[in-house]
């Protein structure tokens, strides 16, 4: 009964390469978000798309590109993979109408 | 300035003790005010939530707001090892339809000893 999953949970990949992170939501919101977890454990929002349209949109790097196929779903892909990418990043979930959050289990991004 | 400053800690508490968690704002406009709990390798679990002054309480759990000093805290009463984690301190300025932008701060990873 998963609420809010990820795959994958762990990443280990090379610098320069592209890579992608699935988020899918079975709780009927309208609303998902992505943030990115550093080593210092700063947890800060990326991205929100709402209904499949993008409505928050922080100062990410061009190499971020977030799309949503349907409203249970947030994609994260990742061009160019650098090494200051490496962090924690989470996806959340809410209804746009509400403020609780709710996050999945994180997708740990380690690049060499 | 950080726009969601805490202490980061750690905060050792006593088994049984008030663990006291504090949180100060930068934007006036914020509107609503959020405690997560984080265990260590975990996601953030939502715990409390505040958005008028005063305190507010669940369980062993009391949030408490003030606007003028912009001042949010959690106070966790008969603490147990299990609330040893990192508490975030989460402000949203929210605009009517738009999405919950959550600002989190820094974290308090809290100690609870036997």
Known sequence: DTAVSQT???????????????????????TMYWYKQDSKKFLKIMFSYNNKELIINETVPNRFSPKSPDKAHLNLHINSLE?????????????????????GPGTRLLVL | ?????????????????????????SDRGSQSF???????????????????????????????????SQYVSLLIRDSQPSDSATYLCAVNVRNSGTASKLTFGTGTRLQVTL
Not at chain 1, 83 to 103: K, N, R
């Open chain 1, 8 to 30: 994958p949970k762990y990443l280990v990949t090379q610098m320069g390469n592209d890579k992608s992170i699935k988020c899918e939501q079975n709780l009927g919101h309208d």
């Open chain 1, 83 to 103: 090494l200051g990418d490496s962090a924690v990043y989470f996806c959340a979930s809410s209804h746009l109408a509400e403020e609780t959050q709710y996050f």
């Open chain 2, 1 to 25: 300035q950080k726009e969601v400053e805490q202490n980061s800690g750690p905060l050792s508490v006593p088994e049984g003790a008030i663990a006291s968690l504090n949180c100060t704002y």
């Open chain 2, 34 to 68: 959020f405690w997560y709990r984080q265990y260590s390798g975990k996601s953030p679990e939502l715990i409390m939530s505040i958005y008028s002054n005063g305190d507010k309480e669940d369980g062993r759990f009391t949030a408490q707001l003030n606007k003028a």
